[in-house]
């Protein structure tokens, strides 16, 4: 049957880092014994446990670095590493590379604010409250796309390369979280894309949308922008401020 066999073999994988918290309750411990049939790929006995390969930077087997590919051995000890630590202090000192690609981000169907924030800070963000899991994993994979989701299991697809399991429910705590997680902060561009449907922004005269402004913003602002796609408006109004504070504590 495909090589495997009726014996049960054992590795030890230790989980660095906080990839804990990915655990079941009961196997919550830095070091555990995973029993196995045949040789399974890591990526196989990882995700069995309910991590996400999307959440391991680096595989560390028998103290030699290897891929989500590798097949597990009887006896092996091997140490799983995230590309960032939850905490400040990491055991690895060697954390994962940049983003090969560029930041282009699909969110799922409960990640709206979080979608519009991104926007905000000029990431390429696709969205929409329809999107079906197949969808998802299929757009994600193709285009190159960061799939940003709270399902571990969406996560787990194959045709998923880059994602990340966001933590918290909180939009402006889930915000700060991705810019961490990707090491975003110098790549922020803020005020380019609408915050409706993800185009990007371009200048428009006053006088050719004065017709559709309210009279106190007619009188009070003069730099617009317009959605290409849409044809939202964009103005440095009341809501600025506040933009301008949540981006300050996202790229803090």
């Given amino acids: 049957m495909d090589g495997l066999t009726d014996e049960s073999a054992e590795a030890r994988l230790t989980f660095f880092d906080g990839l804990t918290a990915f655990l079941p309750l009961g196997k919550r411990q830095d070091t555990l014994p995973v029993a196995f049939k045949g040789h399974p790929a890591v990526k196989h006995l ?9 959440e391991v930077a680096r595989v560390v087997a028998n103290g030699q670095e290897v891929g989500l590919a590798y097949h597990v051995q009887p006896g092996d ?5 995230p590309p960032l630590p939850v905490n400040g202090h990491s055991h690895n000192h060697e954390v994962g590379p940049r983003l090969e690609i560029e930041p282009r981000f699909i969110l799922d169907n409960h ?3 979080l979608a519009a924030y991104l926007r905000l800070l000029g990431f390429d963000s696709l969205y929409r409250n329809d999107y079906q899991d197949e969808e998802l994993a299929q757009v994600a994979g193709e285009d ?3 799939l940003l989701t709270r399902d571990r299991r969406l996560l787990m697809r194959n045709s998923v390369r880059y994602g990340y399991c966001v933590q918290t429910l909180d939009p402006h705590t889930q915000i700060t979280e991705v810019i961490r997680r990707f090491r975003l902060a110098d790549q922020v561009r803020p005020f380019q894309r609408c915050l409706r449907c993800n185009a990007l922004l371009r200048p428009v005269e006053k006088a050719a949308i004065l017709d559709r402004l309210e009279p106190l913003t007619r009188q009070y602002f003069n730099e ?6 849409c044809q ?3 103005w ?17």
């Fill in 46 to 54: 990882i995700e069995s446990l309910g991590i996400p390969h999307t």
């Fill in 111 to 113: 990640l709206g604010r």
């Fill in 236 to 252: 440095k109004g009341s809501h600025y401020q506040h933009m301008q504070a949540l981006i300050e504590e996202a790229t803090r």
């Fill in 224 to 229: 617009f922008s317009i959605c290409p796609a």
């Fill in 144 to 146: 190159e796309r960061i």
């Fill in 232 to 234: 939202q408006i964009y």
């Fill in 77 to 81: 000890v091997i140490g799983v590493y």
